[in-house]
T-cell receptor, first 116, second 116 residues
Framework: GNSVTQMEGPVTLSEEAFLTINCTYT??????LFWYVQYPGEGLQLLLK?????DKGSNKGFEATYRKETTSFHLEKGSVQVSDSAVYFC???????????????FGKGTKLSVKP | EAQVTQNPRYLITVTGKKLTVTCSQN?????MSWYRQDPGLGLRQIYY???????DKGDVPEGYKVSRKEKRNFPLILESPSPNQTSLYFC???????????????FGEGSRLTVL
């Protein structure tokens, strides 16, 4: 079945460091891929998405590129801030109806802590 | 303001005492879903609904019930709670099946349930 695997955390970085959180997936068909972020004490919110191969999603300085050949969607940011401290979830849709999503399958989440 | 509202946010109860966690959304979304979040296990889907009177099991439905009598509401019912249902629960909603769908899943702020 479809699944998402993301790197285990926690990840601890100093402010202005480069961030990569790895995400790989297994899926049939052509899923959409997502990164969600959960700040402390809050629900998840969409960070970025990509709906087809070679698409790059970007938001708030974060980027991820949909790589079908390596079945990956790694999250990157060039210079993290303390305010980026959160849990990051990679997810894929298990269906794709003309651009709309099906159910989302989530990775286990990666906790990021950024120190000043 | 567009939002998903869950209640209660925190609850401590005892084994076997029926409880309901309410979820309401004001975005006219067809799709609603319940997840539980546990350390090391990430987010797991309990039940979902693609529209009024249409519900289906997710990955971990045992011990839970849901109903979808109105589009805006999707309550989660624990008929006889047990300690292994101690968890953080999230309700989420989105558009479904439309070409204009951005694929974004909107989450509530979570309900932390402890069963003694």
């Amino acid at each position: 079945g479809n699944s998402v695997t993301q790197m285990e955390g926690p990840v601890t970085l100093s402010e202005e460091a480069f961030l990569t959180i790895n995400c790989t997936y297994t899926a049939t068909g052509y899923p959409s891929l997502f990164w969600y972020v959960q700040y402390p004490g809050e629900g998840l919110q969409l960070l970025l998405k990509a709906t087809k191969a070679d698409d790059k999603g970007s938001n708030k300085g974060f980027e991820a590129t949909y790589r079908k050949e390596t079945t990956s969607f790694h999250l990157e940011k060039g210079s993290v801030q303390v305010s980026d401290s959160a849990v990051y979830f990679c997810a894929l849709s298990d269906q794709n109806y003309g651009g709309s999503q099906g159910n989302l399958i989530f990775g286990k989440g990666t906790k990021l802590s950024v120190k000043p | 303001e567009a939002q998903v509202t869950q209640n209660p946010r925190y609850l401590i109860t005892v084994t076997g005492k029926k409880l309901t966690v309410t979820c309401s959304q004001n975005m006219n979304h067809e799709y609603m879903s319940w997840y539980r979040q546990d350390p090391g296990l990430g987010l797991r889907q309990i039940y979902y609904s693609m529209n009024v009177e249409v519900t289906d099991k997710g990955d971990v439905p045992e011990g839970y019930k849901v109903s979808r009598k109105e589009k805006r509401n999707f309550p989660l019912i624990l008929e006889s709670p047990s300690p292994n249902q101690t968890s953080l629960y999230f309700c989420a909603s989105s558009l479904w099946g439309r070409a204009s769908n951005t694929g974004e899943l909107f989450f509530g702020e979570g309900s932390r349930l402890t069963v003694l």
